[in-house]
């Protein structure tokens, strides 16, 4: 039997449910998983859980009896769960490893498979490797009942949520979020955090925070497009003074500001840059993507800390805090992590820490975030998703990386990176840069510029320029 190819992307692998993302496939990746920790000599226990997707339970007990079939200890959360928590359970534990059933802001129609460390946060781009170097084509399924297997003691339920939420109180001051003079409005996407919100801001707004696994067949992507319904709240109530949005797993955030305007990760990232060392007088290494702004090299030399850029996929800056002092690590998607915390995207997490430095300033986050442009400078940032043939989004990187492109449209630049995807610093002080997506069929143009009407025009002339 020729199996299907399993790789896994920059978060993970995801893939159409039922077309190539089925409860075979799903066996075989934990099979490689029970290979590989058996192999390192421990008696390993395991995390397992889903978050809202169609399937989740399914997936996430298919995994469980693969592993436990192999003699590996199961935790098995009860209900849907969010990709921090099974990070912070790994480690709270004391587990060797985590396995979330979540493909994360894709569309409906996708499911998937992300691997955690016992450190708290994604594995480590090694130990991906070598799991997926072990995927064989053909795998036995078990046939035994999960009952089976927690009578032998070897599967365990566990309540992460409520793990999650004692956790949160032991880092806020809830008394005083809950009294706080902005009023916040939470979207949870139809996602894995809706609960948690709920229980810990019962005077939030909510949105969609309801078990709907079919999205109302919008990707549960944080990014201004798929929030208009939160925005027009926030512009129609006027002691709305901030709209937080959290994915499908809840490891990413969007936000509004008190005139419903969004609020993107490049913002968000100088936001706690700005707030953890200016106001709490914290420090440590600023570790980003490549595709973030560089204005948060600008704020990292203005306050003396270090940053580093990595490659596009969380893995790269989890595996940085791990081993090193960092006061925040980002991406431009919206995947935030910082110091205090676990090595681990948590948008709840982030969101309260913004919500938090609202309330203790006393400031909204419209003059919050005019502070950060006191220091960096104003700015506007833009991203435009392509969903292209494979052989045109190819012809499209390659011409870039081969240094192809002279200029787009008016556009000139001054130098290119290729750390991950191709990207143009322009004359005009702004910059554009082309990627293919890691776990979708996509081009992704991303673009910063002085205005919105700037960077929407860098957005269309690169568009017209790669495409034609």
Excluded at 111 to 116: A, H, I, P, R, V
Excluded at 405 to 426: C, M, P
């Amino acid at each position: 039997m020729i199996a299907d190819k399993i790789k896994f992307g920059t978060d993970g692998w995801r893939a159409i449910v039922a077309q190539d993302f089925t409860v075979y496939n799903v066996a075989r990746v934990s099979q490689a998983l029970a290979d590989w920790l058996l192999a390192r000599g421990e008696q390993p226990s395991v995390v397992v859980g889903h978050d809202c997707r169609f399937g989740g339970e399914m997936f996430a007990e298919t995994v469980a009896k693969v592993l436990c079939s192999n003699g590996i200890k199961v935790l098995l959360a009860k209900g849907f769960v969010s990709t921090p928590m099974i990070s912070l359970a790994v480690l709270q534990l004391k587990a060797q490893q985590g396995v979330v059933i979540t493909a994360s802001h894709n569309p409906p129609s996708y499911n998937g498979y992300k691997l955690k460390g016992a450190h708290g946060g994604p594995s480590s781009p090694k130990d991906i490797a070598a799991v997926e170097a072990l995927i064989k084509d053909e795998v036995v399924i078990p046939s035994e009942k999960l009952a089976h297997f927690e009578a032998k003691g070897l599967l365990e339920y566990v309540q992460l949520e409520d793990m999650y939420c004692d956790y949160l109180k032991s880092k806020f001051d809830f008394d005083a979020l809950n009294k706080s003079g902005f009023k916040l409005a939470y979207d949870a996407m139809f996602g894995a955090g809706q609960n948690v919100v709920r229980r810990l801001l019962p005077g939030a707004v909510l949105l969609h925070c309801d078990h709907n696994p079919g999205f109302h067949g919008q990707a549960p992507e944080p990014l201004d497009k798929n929030l208009h319904e939160l925005a027009a709240v926030i512009k129609s109530t006027p002691e709305l003074k901030i709209g937080l949005a959290t994915d499908g797993d809840a490891d990413r955030i969007g936000l509004y500001d008190e005139d419903g305007n969004f609020v993107d990760a490049h913002h968000i990232i100088l936001l706690l840059v700005h707030y953890l060392h200016k106001y709490k007088g914290m420090s440590g290494k600023v570790a980003i993507a490549f595709s973030c702004t560089d204005r948060v090299k600008r704020m990292c030399e203005a306050y003396g800390l270090p940053v580093e850029v990595t490659p596009i996929g969380f893995k790269y800056i989890s595996e940085i805090m791990v081993h090193e002092d960092v006061l925040v690590g980002g991406e431009e998607s919206g995947g935030i992590a910082v110091k205090g915390h676990i090595p681990e995207r948590d948008g709840i997490y982030d969101g309260l820490v913004i919500y938090e430095y609202m309330t203790r300033s006393g400031k909204t986050l419209k003059e919050l975030i005019q502070e950060v442009y006191d220091v960096v400078g104003q700015f506007v940032y833009e991203r435009n998703d392509l969903t292209l043939e494979n052989a045109k989004k190819e012809e499209i990187i390659k011409t870039a990386q081969d240094d192809g492109y002279s200029a787009f449209g008016k556009y000139t630049f001054n130098r290119r990176e290729t750390i991950d995807g191709v990207k143009y610093h322009l004359d005009n002080g702004g910059w554009m840069m082309l990627r293919a997506s890691g776990t979708e069929p996509l081009l992704r143009i991303y673009a910063e510029g002085n205005s919105k009407e700037e960077t929407l025009d860098i957005l269309e002339s690169v568009k017209n320029t790669i495409l034609n």
